[in-house]
């Protein structure tokens, strides 16, 4: 039972496009809401996380949105670089409870963002 | 100010061997969590250790086993490799019961079974 799904699996975007990547969730426990950024041979790095008391958060040229009625969420990267080409993960997590801080991970979206 | 380390970088081994992989966590952070991702998928949880016990354990068998040292650090160990457990291992580290939940990521650990 896959309890994060993500989508697109690929994503091709114009240098200075948005790029969007979309997460839904079936667990209603989660609480946390993170994306990472992995590049080929590194870990993932955390780039932005929300909770599910506000509906959208933003760093810089990054934007989490967030439907709680939906269990969706997705990530916006503004003006995107080539130098953001990589794999985007969402992941979700609870904080109490079994299971309690483990990361339920997407199976990923490979951005690609062309000049 | 230094980030999660792990070690080995690479590794091969054969099937049937037993490996050991290591991580250092964060500055600061009490708490290591494992997860094996495996080539084109997303990170799965193997098991969580703070003060050197098992605190949650994912869907894996009892050949992955663990341990945490006083100093924090962890190691992952695997017995009976089978070809499937080829794939990246990550270590991430984070605060116990603090108000983030935020997990930090090491490099991994890229194990190949031959």
């Known amino acids: 039972q896959q309890q994060v799904k993500q989508s697109p699996q690929s994503l091709i975007v114009q240098k200075g496009g948005i790029s969007i990547i979309n997460c839904a969730y079936e667990n209603t426990a989660f609480d946390y809401f993170p994306w990472y950024q992995q590049f080929p041979g590194k870990g993932p790095a955390l780039l932005i996380a929300?909770?599910?008391?506000?509906s959208e958060k933003k760093e810089g040229r990054f934007t989490i949105s967030f439907n709680k009625s939906a269990k969706q969420f997705s990530l916006h990267i503004m003006d995107s670089q080539p130098g953001d080409s990589a794999t985007y993960f969402c992941?979700?997590?609870?904080?109490?409870?079994?299971?309690?801080?483990?990361?339920?991970f997407g199976k990923g979206t490979k951005l690609s963002v062309i000049p | 100010d230094a980030g999660v380390t792990q070690s080995p970088t690479h590794l091969i081994k054969t099937r049937g061997q037993q490996v050991t992989l290591r991580c250092s966590p964060k500055s600061g952070h009490d708490t290591v969590s494992w997860y094996q991702q495996a080539l084109g998928q997303g990170p799965q949880f193997i098991f969580q250790y703070y003060e050197e016990e098992e605190r949650q354990r994912g869907n894996f068998p009892d050949r992955f086993s663990g341990h945490q040292f006083p100093n924090y650090s962890s190691e992952l160990n695997v017995n009976a490799l089978l070809l499937g457990d080829s794939a990246l291992y990550l270590c991430?580290?984070?605060?116990?019961?603090?108000?983030?939940?935020?997990?930090?990521f090491g490099p991994g650990t890229r194990l190949t079974v031959t």
């Open positions: 929300i909770r599910p008391d506000v």
């Open positions: 991430a580290s984070s605060l116990w019961g603090g108000s983030s939940y935020e997990q930090y």
């Open positions: 992941a979700a997590s609870k904080g109490s409870g079994a299971g309690s801080y483990q990361l339920t």
